[in-house]
């Protein structure tokens, strides 16, 4: 199974900070990475996919970059809205698997 | 509007089986994969298994943990996707999300996510 690692697990910013999570992969899975945040109790909302394309409404202070075993997200100027738990996730073969998350907090 | 709707979920014994449903609106799940994505409370996502559209023949994957326990299926004439599970381990307590994928076999996200649905496996 590919093992995806993000870090760090936590991060503490400010608003308008620029902070960037990154998501390594156990072995080559070219592009094949998403990245999605969620707040508790709701479901995660996909962010990024093919790596680095952003999805359809989601704004563009997100973006992603990376390709084989290295990944990541970078958030230019942090909103309230932007505090959440994020994710990778990776489809480069079975089984689908996401990272460990990373809690972004305010501080 | 996009949306996925489970249902189903309840407090069964270990061993015991359960049924969950997924039924989509706002969009044709027969263009899509469809998968089921749980998690524990308070940790993170894990992938159970997915349902292929028509194209590949309603084929399915499945995780490690689950499989010969869990069983998905799909009617796309009720826009519909479906989680069996027997044999119900304490460890499979958990939000069970049905999810859809637009792509396919390589790439894959997910773009559409449901509430949600609790599974508590205890005596």
């Known amino acids: 199974d590919i093992q995806l690692t993000q870090s760090p697990s936590f991060l503490s910013a400010s608003v308008g900070d620029r902070v960037t999570i990154t998501c390594r992969a156990s072995?080559?899975?070219?592009?094949?990475l998403a990245w999605y945040h969620q707040k508790p109790g709701k479901a995660p909302k996909l962010l990024i996919y093919?790596?680095?394309t952003l999805q359809s409404g989601v704004p563009s202070r997100f973006s992603g970059r990376g390709s084989g075993t290295e990944f990541t997200l970078t958030i230019s100027s942090l909103q309230p809205e932007d505090f959440a738990t994020y994710y990778c996730?990776?489809?480069?073969?079975?089984?689908?698997?996401f990272g460990q998350g990373t809690r972004l907090e305010i501080k | 509007e996009v949306q996925l709707v489970e249902s189903g979920g309840d407090l069964v014994q270990p061993g015991g089986s359960l049924r969950l449903s997924c039924t989509a609106s706002?969009?044709?799940?027969?263009?899509?994969?469809m998968d089921w994505v749980r998690q524990t409370p308070g940790k993170g996502l894990e992938w159970v298994g997915r349902?292929?559209?028509?194209?590949?023949?309603?084929?399915?994957e499945v995780a490690a943990s689950v499989k010969g326990r869990f069983t998905i299926s799909r009617d796309d004439s009720k826009n519909s996707l479906y989680l069996e599970m027997n044999s119900l381990k304490t460890e499979d307590t958990a939000v069970y999300y049905c999810?859809?994928?637009?792509?396919?076999?390589?790439?894959?996200?997910?773009?559409?996510w449901g509430q949600g649905a609790l599974v508590t496996v205890s005596s």
């Open positions: 999810a859809g994928d637009p792509t396919g076999d390589w790439g894959g996200y997910f773009d559409h």
């Open positions: 349902s292929r559209n028509k194209n590949k023949s309603y084929t399915t």
């Open positions: 996730q990776h489809l480069n073969s079975y089984p689908i698997t």
């Open positions: 072995q080559g899975i070219s592009s094949y």
């Open positions: 093919g790596a680095s």
């Open positions: 706002g969009f044709r799940i027969s263009d899509y994969y």
